[in-house]
């Protein structure tokens, strides 16, 4: 039986110059009605923890979360699932701050001018993107910055102390790059030192969160699914 992981797979081979055949076919059948476009695989941990813990269950609502490998690719990846020509599915997804006119370029140029990006800075509402209705939300460096300052630093070193890895935080906080740094800066950089850390504290850090201290554009986005 085919599942959203069988259609990122095919979407993602397609966006790499494969043929679009399979990712066609499994959409339609699946179907598929939106997809969430984000950097890498722990925004999609993130996105994926928020959703069970609000009891969503996005593949049976045929939303697809699809990591894309680099901030770089949404335009591709926005040519290929867009307005048709592509498969004419809804676009939306998370993006840091330094990455907005990119994400903006893609979808206006996707929708042929017709739709404008969404931008969500932390503590305003979101705007309504026109035409389309397709909607982007901005965090403010990162996401993980953004969960940082939702649990505060003490609150994410005792998660690191649960998790493990004090050894390894205290070993990286006495190298001589980190001095002068803030401590959520510290953390920042820690969860990104080691293969696959990153995509374990996004699932963690979001399942420490208190239902009303979810950061803004993680709540939008799976909002407006």
Known sequence: MADMGAFREAVTGWAAGGSGESAREL???LPVRAVVLLEGPSDAAAVDALAERRGRDLEGEGVCVLPMGGAMSVGRFARLLGPPPGLGLRLTGLCDVRERDFYARALEEAAAG?????EQVPGQAPE???GQGQRFFVCAADLEDELIRALGVARVE???RAEGDLRALQTFLRQPAQQGRT???QLRRFLGTKKGRKIRYGRVLVEALEPDRVPAPLDGLLTSL
């Open 27 to 29: 959409a339609a059948r």
């Open 128 to 130: 309504q993107a026109s």
């Open 114 to 118: 017709a739709a404008q990006a969404q």
């Open 158 to 160: 005792e998660l690191v």
């Open 183 to 185: 401590a959520q800066q």
